[in-house]
Structure formats: C-alpha cells, structure tokens
C-alpha cells in the first residue's frame, strides 16, 4: 500500500474548523483514501473514506485532489472531545479480504484549544 | 448493535511466559484482524483471520498466533514473551464480501504488560 505523509501535529481552536492534509503522491488508481483518528486510550475510530469524489459525513468532509496525490480531512467545527491522533491511510480492497491491512503511519496530533 | 469487545483490559505477564487475548467481534462482521501499538507509534498490523483462516500477517514472528472461531470470535496467543512485547493490542472486526470491505471497527484493546 502506498505510504502517506502528515505533519506530526496541528493546534486548532475550538469552534473553528481543522484542515489536517495527507500526501499520498504514489497512490494507485485503485486504491482508496481512510482516515481513522485514535482518542487516548482508545482503539481507532473510523472516520470517512474516499477514492475520487470528495466525502462528507456526519463526522467530517473528505477532499481529495483531482490527481489523487493529496487529500484533506475537515472536522467543519472543532470541539474539545475531537483532540486525538488523526490518521490517513490509503488502502486496497482486495478479493475476500485476502491480505488485506492498515497500515498506519505516525499521524497528526489535533490539538483542540479552548 | 454492539461493537468490538477485548477481554482482559490489562494484563501482567512475566518474560518467557504465554499469553492468549480475546476478542469478540461487531455482529455481522466476518473477518478479524489484530495489531500492536507500542507506546506513541502507530497500530503495526500482526495478521488476519476470514473464514476461520489466517489470510494476511505482518512482519511478527510464528510466537504471534491466533484464532477465528465459527462465530468470528479470535483469539490472539503469544509464547515466549519478550519485553519488548508491552504494547497495546487491537482487535479490529470487519465485513467482507467478494473483494469489498466495509470499514474496520476497533476494540479498546488489551494493555500487555511484560515484567
């Protein structure tokens, strides 16, 4: 699976919305772009997940660029409890399963400022 | 529905010891895989069982086993344990049908501890 690049942290004020980006310059035509984040103490937690059309769900939006070398997950208003380690990965869906991994990378740590 | 489930919580082991690790998976989901996450790094991916066999595993070595039973239930098993195995350990659940994977669920995992 193509790896993902992310800065190691990011502030964000509560209320505002938090831009975190991921680079994926060489990912593959079939492969698709997850973003999990992990609260302390927690497992991950699925966020969204995109391959071409940007996303949006009740958690987040999801924009990725035409030629699919970067995307951007938007939290559209920050709160406190969104403070966690943010990750994208990008992933193949391969026939039953088979193989089939996430492959995590450091991640951005968010943090949600008062 | 419920989600993952990882018994126990925490656990102390003393090195050279053995370990197994529970896991009960989301309802309807058939295919579980697990990870380590070692203090401030990522989740590194062990391996993944569907259809009650091992189909996918990580740069572990064969002291990492597991299990799947019929109601998709795992276990994780550790032998000889070394110091360097403290970690927190994921169980993740998912649904797989014909190459589509629906998005994996985390459980809260189990803190090994080896003294």
């Known amino acids: 699976d193509a790896k993902t690049t992310q800065p190691p942290s990011m502030d964000c004020a509560e209320g505002r919305a938090a831009n975190l980006p991921c680079n994926h310059s060489t990912i593959s035509g079939n492969e698709y772009v997850y973003w999990y984040r992990q609260i302390h103490s927690q497992g991950p937690q699925y966020i969204i997940h995109?391959?071409?059309n940007n996303e949006t769900n009740e958690m987040a939006s999801l924009i990725i660029t035409e030629d699919r070398k970067s995307s951007t997950l938007i939290l559209p208003h920050a709160t406190l409890r969104d403070t966690a380690v943010y990750y994208c990965?990008?992933?193949?869906?391969?026939?039953?399963?088979?193989?089939?991994?996430?492959?995590f990378g450091g991640g951005t740590r968010l943090m949600v400022k008062p | 529905e419920t989600g993952v489930t990882q018994s126990p919580t925490h656990l102390i082991k003393t090195r050279g010891q053995q370990v197994t690790l529970r896991c009960s998976s989301q309802s309807g989901h058939n295919t579980v895989s697990w990870y380590q996450q070692a203090l401030g790094q990522g989740p590194q991916f062990i391996f993944q069982?569907?259809?009650?066999?091992?189909?996918g595993r990580g740069n572990f070595p064969p002291r990492f086993s597991g299990l799947q039973f019929p109601n998709y239930s795992s276990e994780l098993n550790v032998n000889a344990l070394e110091l360097d195995d403290s970690a927190l350990y994921l169980c993740?659940?998912?649904?797989?049908?014909?190459?589509?994977?629906?998005?994996?669920?985390f459980g809260s995992g189990t803190r090994l501890t080896v003294v």
């Open positions: 990965i990008v992933f193949r869906h391969l026939p039953n399963n088979a193989g089939n991994m996430l492959t």
């Open positions: 069982y569907y259809r009650e066999e091992e189909n």
């Open positions: 993740a659940s998912s649904f797989s049908w014909t190459g589509v994977n629906y998005g994996y669920t």
């Open positions: 995109g391959l071409k």
